[in-house]
């Protein structure tokens, strides 16, 4: 086996055998194969793309380049990934409530990747909260608290790992056939009997366009099945952050307001959906309605509130978080107000520009050894269809430094329009696939 011939080979959109892909993800991670050789595997996929064949072949040989989790519990196993957007901290609120809802969540997780946020560094934020459990402690708190949010070990998927990290600083994100590979490396590995999965379409979605996303759903859904893994997709609108906060200890904050009954809104209302439909596939609901009513009730009861401290607990946060959350989340010293240059509605969001702004302020990585401000983001984003008067807030700037602030007020106001006219709000949940 050569790196070069099977880089030639995706570079020439000719078939790659399913022994070739099992070397190249082992080079992956033992090293054999190069930063620059992943990086221009990396390129020639997203230029050229994989066959279906290919992409179910990369996505097994990266989850069998490590460890494969099996687990033997006496409820289902069950996951939910997002393809990334922005102010997205959907998991954070559903893993401890398909927990009380009677799954076991063993949810690995991964990094800021491009200009969306990753539940870690969310999590990270916590004082004291470690993702880099071992492998026992990750069983031993799953098996107690029902749940346990961490990063895939070295031993898990670790040829994910690396393609991962030169994806983020390559350009090569968006490729269909990587996100497919990646996302379902680290759950297949992970030993998941059922998973849903959060595919965004929008401008602050990987996924631009409804047939991107479309494609990306269905290529998900397929692999995952294929490989025996019950799974179902929600294509879901990304046109605007789905919290009001953009940013790691921002994120906490919208997440522990929708756990403690202080907010509502699109974040309550997708954690709603996407629980409703895993609880439904695992039979653990008659139907994804009666899944999301469980879900509502768990969050409403205050079950999946006391679950995510007892997470934050076992893995080294604080034991009182639920309780005095404010307390313990970073504050950033420059607090910057961004004003509406002109009367009108919000129409419309680039909310990729908005992800960049938060990365600018230190929120996220430009290059893989950046290390993350936890406290620096964007609050109160108003959302689409509101009426402003010229001067009134349209969001917050969190940042370490003035100057920082001045430039993520000016990319704020670019990628924010104000119209005459109310826009048309397209609805939360596209279409499910699967």
């Known amino acids: 086996m050569d790196a070069r011939a099977i880089i030639a080979k995706v570079r020439d959109r000719q078939p790659v055998s399913r022994d070739e892909l099992n070397w190249f993800a082992q080079g992956l991670a033992d090293r054999a194969v190069s930063d620059a050789q992943a990086g221009a595997f990396a390129m020639a996929a997203l230029l050229n793309g994989l066959d279906e064949e290919g992409r179910v072949g990369l996505t097994l040989a990266m989850r069998d380049s490590g460890d494969v989790l099996k687990w033997d519990m006496d409820r289902p196993?069950?996951?939910?990934?997002?393809?990334?957007?922005?102010?997205?901290c959907v998991s954070l609120v559903l893993a401890p409530a398909l927990a009380v809802c009677g799954a076991y969540v063993p949810m690995i997780s991964g990094r800021g990747l491009g200009h969306t946020g990753g539940t870690l560094d969310k999590l990270e934020a916590i004082p004291g909260y470690r993702t880099d459990l071992s492998e026992a402690q990750f069983r031993d708190v799953v098996g107690k608290v029902g749940c346990s949010i961490v990063s895939a070990s070295g031993d898990i998927a670790p040829a994910d790992k690396r393609l991962y990290a030169i994806r983020d600083v390559s350009a090569t994100v968006e490729s269909l056939d990587l996100i497919t590979a990646s996302i379902l490396s680290k759950k297949l590995a992970a030993g998941l009997e059922g998973?849903?999965?959060?595919?965004?379409?929008?401008?602050?979605?990987?996924?631009?366009?409804?047939?991107?996303?479309?494609?990306?759903?269905?290529?998900?859904?397929?692999?995952?099945?294929?490989?025996?893994?019950?799974?179902?997709?929600?294509i879901t609108d990304m046109n605007q952050p789905l919290a009001p906060e953009l940013g790691n200890a921002l994120e906490v904050a919208?997440?522990?307001?929708?756990?403690?009954?202080?907010?509502?809104?699109?974040?309550?209302?997708?954690?709603?959906?996407?629980?409703g439909v895993a609880l439904a596939n695992a039979g653990?609901?008659?139907?994804?309605?009666?899944g999301a009513e469980k879900i509502a009730a768990a969050i409403a009861d205050g079950r999946a509130a006391e679950c995510f401290g007892r997470m934050v607990a076992a893995q080294g946060g604080p034991v009182q978080f639920v309780d005095n959350w404010q307390r313990f989340l970073p504050e950033a010293p420059v607090i910057r107000e961004?004003?509406?240059?002109?009367?009108?509605?919000v129409s419309a969001m680039d909310g990729q520009a908005l992800?960049?702004?938060?990365v600018e302020l230190g929120g996220g990585r430009q290059v893989e050894s950046d290390v993350v401000d936890p406290a620096v983001g964007i609050?109160?984003?108003?959302?689409?269809?509101?009426?402003v008067a010229k001067g009134q807030p349209l969001a917050r700037i969190h940042a370490a430094r003035e100057g920082a602030a001045d430039v993520a007020c000016a990319s704020?106001?670019?990628?924010?329009?104000?119209?005459?006219?109310?826009?048309?709000?397209?609805?939360?949940?596209?279409?499910r696939i699967g």
Do not use: W
Not at 77 to 88: A, I, Q
Not at 284 to 290: G, I, N, S, V, Y
Not at 379 to 387: I, Q
């Open 254 to 275: 919208s997440s522990m307001r929708v756990l403690t009954g202080l907010a509502q809104g699109p974040l309550l209302e997708l954690t709603n959906e996407l629980g």
């Open 379 to 387: 609050s109160d984003v108003l959302p689409r269809g509101t009426k």
């Open 412 to 431: 704020v106001l670019s990628a924010v329009t104000i119209a005459s006219k109310a826009p048309d709000l397209p609805p939360l949940v596209h279409e």
């Open 284 to 290: 653990l609901a008659k139907d994804a309605e009666e």
């Open 338 to 345: 961004v004003l509406a240059p002109k009367a009108g509605y």
């Open 195 to 234: 998973l849903v999965l959060d595919v965004k379409v929008g401008t602050g979605a990987f996924m631009k366009s409804a047939e991107d996303a479309r494609a990306l759903a269905q290529a998900l859904v397929t692999t995952a099945n294929a490989a025996g893994c019950q799974t179902s997709a929600l």
């Open 77 to 88: 196993v069950l996951d939910k990934h997002s393809t990334g957007g922005v102010g997205d």
């Open 355 to 358: 992800g960049l702004a938060v």
